[in-house]
């Protein structure tokens, strides 16, 4: 991979990263919720699952799956499933997955991590973009471990910096002394916006 290509891959995983999605919108809400620190561990979640896709790309099992109609749905399904989940709790449960409250009881490490963990994982998008996109910018006369490793690790940054961005805006708003009924807004705008993100997520297919 020359560094035209690698600048090319950066930037295009940039954008990809810091669009507004569901992984976006979780985690600034566990940083309104948890504070920046302890949603690094929901940031750590997501890349795990990234690190997974990486090593699935690497081996093919990413673009087997796509072509496996069944497991394609499997794993698409589970994601809208996931994100409704999330999406209802924030609106109606005080105590559900995804609350914007400074004053509700912190969430432990692990759920956090479990948290962005599966939202990143079950995602279909993120399975095309590990199984189509990504080879595009391998270069085939070259080693190609050390190509999957330079980009693994620039996606690992990319995703820290943006994701802990969207905690800190999170924690900072709640830390501006937000009224609680704006607070309550917050959390059925991000579960609405949950809900319609696994909405939009159903009509994802293996050709696009």
């Given at each position: 991979?020359?560094?035209?290509?690698?600048?090319?891959?950066?930037?295009?995983?940039?954008?990809?990263?810091?669009?507004?999605?569901?992984?976006?919108?979780?985690?600034?809400?566990?940083?309104a919720?948890?504070?920046?620190?302890r949603?690094?561990?929901?940031?750590?979640?997501?890349?795990?699952?990234?690190m997974?896709?990486?090593?699935?790309?690497?081996?093919?099992?990413?673009?087997?799956?796509?072509?496996?109609?069944?497991?394609?749905?499997?794993?698409?399904?589970?994601?809208?499933?996931?994100?409704?989940?999330l999406?209802?709790?924030?609106?109606?449960?005080?105590?559900?997955?995804?609350?914007?409250?400074?004053?509700?009881?912190?969430?432990?490490?692990?759920?956090?991590f479990?948290?962005?963990?599966?939202?990143?994982?079950?995602?279909?998008?993120?399975?095309?973009?590990?199984s189509?996109?990504?080879?595009?910018?391998?270069?085939?006369?070259?080693?190609?471990?050390?190509?999957?490793?330079?980009m693994?690790?620039?996606?690992?940054?990319?995703?820290c910096?943006?994701?802990?961005?969207?905690a800190?805006?999170?924690?900072?708003?709640?830390?501006?002394?937000?009224?609680?009924?704006?607070?309550?807004?917050?959390?059925?705008?991000a579960?609405?916006?949950?809900?319609?993100?696994?909405?939009?997520?159903?009509?994802?297919?293996?050709n696009?």
């Open positions: 991979m020359d560094f035209q290509t690698f600048l090319i891959f950066a930037l295009t995983t940039a954008v990809v990263i810091f669009s507004p999605g569901p992984t976006a919108i979780l985690m600034a809400s566990q940083g919720g948890n504070g920046l620190k949603t690094l561990f929901g940031v750590f979640g997501i890349t795990c699952a990234t997974i896709y990486f090593a699935m790309s690497a081996t093919g099992i990413a673009s087997l799956i796509v072509a496996s109609h069944t497991l394609f749905l499997i794993i698409k399904w589970a994601g809208v499933a996931y994100l409704i989940y999406g209802c709790s924030a609106i109606f449960s005080k105590s559900g997955g995804l609350v914007v409250n400074s004053e509700a009881p912190l969430r432990k490490p692990r759920t956090l479990t948290h962005g963990f599966l939202i990143e994982f079950s995602n279909p998008k993120a399975l095309l973009y590990f189509a996109i990504l080879p595009q910018f391998l270069d085939v006369g070259r080693p190609i471990a050390p190509q999957f490793l330079i693994w690790v620039t996606a690992f940054l990319l995703q910096v943006i994701y802990s961005a969207y800190y805006l999170g924690e900072r708003l709640i830390q501006g002394g937000v009224k609680s009924w704006i607070v309550n807004v917050i959390n059925k705008t579960g609405a916006a949950l809900i319609f993100a696994g909405i939009k997520m159903a009509s994802v297919t293996a696009r």
